[in-house]
């Protein structure tokens, strides 16, 4: 058949054509923390093991506030069954910047307690930031040391 094109370049052809219409929508279904897409909330809990002291367990949420960006905060944390007292959140809280897109919380277990690191993202390129981050230790006894 002159002038048709074979049957496996049109399959070649087409399938060059659908995997990069996927690779389109992936991309543009990617979150992105600069984009105002509709009020959004994420919720995050984690809970962490640090023998001897037991299981430290954070929990917080960002959420979308206007055209300024996110709010972000801790809203619980436990040392086991114990919450750590009402004031260590809020210093927490008030150390957090304003319109900070929060990134999951590091833990690391540190001597009789557990050390905490708030890193956030980076609202120009989405990657996380090296700075502001609020540093600190939750000493099994209940009180907070600040590293930041």
């Given at each position: 058949m002159l002038g048709s094109i074979p049957a496996r370049s049109i399959l070649l052809l087409s399938l060059l054509t659908l995997s990069a219409c996927a690779a389109v929508d992936a991309r543009s279904s990617a979150a992105d923390p600069s984009e105002d897409t509709a009020a959004t909330t994420t919720r995050y809990e984690f809970e962490f093991d640090c023998p001897p002291s037991g299981?430290?367990?954070?929990?917080?949420?960002?959420?979308?506030?206007?055209?300024?960006?996110?709010?972000?905060?801790?809203?619980?944390?436990?040392?086991?069954?114990?919450?750590?007292?009402?004031?260590?959140?809020?210093?927490?809280?008030?150390r957090i910047p304003a319109e900070a897109y929060q990134e999951r919380p590091w833990l690391t277990c540190s001597g009789g307690g557990a050390s905490i690191e708030l890193r956030f993202v980076d609202r120009n390129d989405g990657s996380v930031a090296r700075s502001p981050r609020v540093k600190f230790i939750v000493?099994?006894?209940g009180t907070v040391e600040f590293l930041d």
């Open positions: 299981k430290f367990r954070i929990a917080g949420t960002t959420q979308w506030v206007d055209d300024h960006g996110y709010r972000s905060q801790v809203s619980e944390l436990r040392i086991g069954a114990k919450p750590l007292a009402k004031r260590w959140i809020e210093e927490i809280n008030r000493h099994r006894e």
